[in-house]
C-alpha cells in the first residue's frame, strides 16, 4: 500500500529554467496539498487542490507558480523561470477528503518524501 | 493570523533523559494539532494528532499534551534514544480555515550516547 511518491527526490536548474515537481498521492486519496520548506524555516501552506479543482492558493506566490491536479495522473507543482530564492524542500501531502464537501478540517495529511530543489 | 512558536530552537541531550518540547499558537481556534518527525532530507512522520477536544495522546514513549485556552502544546518523550534525533515539528489546523495545516519552525533534537 504505496503513501505519498514525490519526484524527483532532488532537482536542479539553472536560473530562467522551469521546474516541475510530481506527486502522486495515496490510492484512493481525491485531495493533494503542496507546502514549501525553506532553508532554516518551517514548512509553509502553498496550495489544496482537488481532483480538476483548486481549493485554496492563498500560500502560492503570485506569478510563476501554478498548480494541478488532473481527473488521471499525478498532481503538479510548476515553477516557471525559477530564482536562487525557490530553492527549498517541497513537501506533497495527500488526505482522502469528504466527498463534495473541501475544506471541511480534520482530514488527516499524508506527507511524501519531498522533491528538494536547488536553483543554480 | 495564526502564527506558531517553537521553543527551544534546537536541544542536546545525553541518551536517557526524559525531554519536553514546547509549542505554542496564538490563535486558540483550531480543529487539532499534529506534532510531526523530520529526519535530515526525509519527509515527515506524524507522530501524534490532538484534537481541539482532546487533552493529550500517548504513544508509547511520547506523550503530547493541549492547553487549547493557553494556547500551548507539549510534547514528552521519555527515556531518549540516540534514534530519537530528528527535528520536531508541531502544526495546528484552524477551525475556520480548515485543511491548511500551520507549522511552527521546529526543535532540532540530537541525543547522544
Known amino acids: 500500500n504505496a503513501g505519498v511518491m514525490q519526484n524527483p527526490r532532488h532537482l536542479v536548474r539553472r536560473r530562467g529554467q522551469e521546474a516541475r515537481l510530481r506527486c502522486s498521492p495515496v490510492k484512493g486519496h481525491s485531495h493533494v496539498y503542496w507546502y514549501r520548506q525553506l532553508p532554516e524555516e518551517g514548512l509553509k501552506f502553498m496550495v489544496y487542490l482537488q481532483k480538476e479543482n483548486i481549493i485554496d492558493e492563498s500560500g502560492m506566490p503570485k506569478e510563476r507558480f501554478s498548480a494541478e491536479f488532473p481527473k488521471e495522473g499525478p498532481s503538479i507543482l510548476r515553477i516557471q523561470q525559477v530564482v536562487r530564492g525557490d530553492s527549498a524542500a517541497y513537501f506533497c501531502?495527500?488526505?482522502?477528503?469528504?466527498?463534495?464537501?473541501?475544506?471541511?478540517?480534520?482530514?488527516?495529511?499524508?506527507f511524501g518524501p519531498g522533491t528538494r530543489l536547488t536553483v543554480l | 493570523k495564526q502564527e506558531v512558536t517553537q521553543i527551544p530552537a534546537a536541544l542536546s541531550v545525553p541518551e536517557g533523559e526524559n525531554l519536553v518540547l514546547n509549542c505554542s499558537f496564538t490563535d486558540s481556534a483550531i480543529y487539532n494539532l499534529q506534532w510531526f518527525r523530520q529526519d535530515p532530507g526525509k519527509g515527515l512522520t506524524s507522530l501524534l494528532l490532538i484534537q481541539s477536544s482532546q487533552r493529550e495522546q500517548t504513544s508509547g514513549r511520547l506523550n503530547a499534551s493541549l492547553d487549547k485556552s493557553s494556547g500551548r502544546s507539549t510534547l514528552y518523550i521519555a527515556a531518549s534514544q540516540p534514534g530519537d534525533s530528528a527535528t520536531y515539528l508541531c502544526a495546528v489546523e484552524g477551525m475556520y480555515n480548515t485543511d491548511k495545516l500551520i507549522f511552527g519552525t521546529g526543535t532540532r533534537l540530537q541525543v547522544f550516547p
Open positions: 501531502a495527500s488526505s482522502p477528503g469528504f466527498p463534495g464537501r473541501p475544506g471541511q478540517g480534520g482530514d488527516t495529511q499524508y
